[in-house]
T-cell receptor, first 111, second 114 residues
Framework: DQQVKQNSPSLSVQEGRISILNCDYT??????FLWYKKYPAEGPTFLIS?????DKNEDGRFTVFLNKSAKHLSLHIVPSQPGDSAVYFC??????????FGKGTHLIIQP | DTEVTQTPKHLVMGMTNKKSLKCEQH?????MYWYKQKAKKPPELMFV???????INESVPSRFSPECPNSSLLNLHLHALQPEDSALYLC?????????????FGQGTRLTVV
């Protein structure tokens, strides 16, 4: 049973537009959420995080929104750039017991 | 220094070999993790060390043997691996028991078992 779900395997967005990546979770014990970006043959790079006590966290072009009642979070990238093309993983944790990852969304930024 | 350093970056080993993967961090993190990542799949948790003690073993075969000799180092000893063990092995670290704790990953060791 997948506790963290990213239902869109891929997403294509035009350069300069907004990219919105979505993530749903089922475990109500998750209290911390993270987005990772991963290039092929490299380890994931931490991107942005949000605690369950917040509903929004912003870092430059990246904003993560958390809707606890819907058990849903999303990552917004504005404006999208070619270097943003990568696989984005949503991950969640409850305490220090490691991370549960979604299956990833392949974001493709088109010129 | 927000780096998690993994060595070697690439490793090719035979099924009868014994090798070790190493992971090092100097951020004062007291939780360290090993993940295994197959192609086009998210990393899967293997082991968690908390305060240098093994706290989670996700039913990993005994041919993988973790070791945490001190708070900065995490090793993964490999023996008698199978070709299906070929994968990217990721180490991560984080603080323990604090809100807003990010996990930092190393770049991984790409392991090929022949």
């Amino acid at each position: 049973d997948q506790q963290v779900k990213q239902n869109s395997p891929s997403l294509s967005v035009q350069e300069g537009r907004i990219s919105i990546l979505n993530c749903d979770y089922t475990n109500s014990m998750f209290d911390y959420f993270l987005w990772y970006k991963k290039y092929p043959a490299e380890g994931p790079t931490f991107l942005i995080s949000i605690s369950s006590i917040k509903d929004k966290n912003e870092d430059g072009r990246f904003t993560v929104f958390l809707n606890k009642s819907a058990k849903h979070l999303s990552l917004h990238i504005v404006p999208s750039q070619p270097g943003d093309s990568a696989v984005y993983f949503c991950a969640a944790s409850a305490g220090a017991d490691g991370l549960t990852f979604g299956k990833g969304t392949h974001l493709i930024i088109q010129p | 220094d927000t780096e998690v350093t993994q060595t070697p970056k690439h490793l090719v080993m035979g099924m009868t070999n014994k090798k070790s993967l190493k992971c090092e961090q100097h951020m004062g993190h007291r939780a360290m993790y090993w993940y295994k990542q197959k192609a086009k799949k998210p990393p899967e948790l293997m082991f968690v060390y908390s305060y240098e003690k093994l706290s989670i073993n996700e039913s990993v075969p005994s041919r993988f043997s973790p070791e945490c000799p001190n708070s900065s180092l995490l090793n993964l000893h490999l023996h008698a691996l199978q070709p299906e063990d070929s994968a990217l092995y990721l180490c991560a670290s984080s603080q323990v028991g604090l809100q807003n704790t990010e996990a930092f990953f190393g770049q991984g060791t790409r392991l090929t078992v022949v």
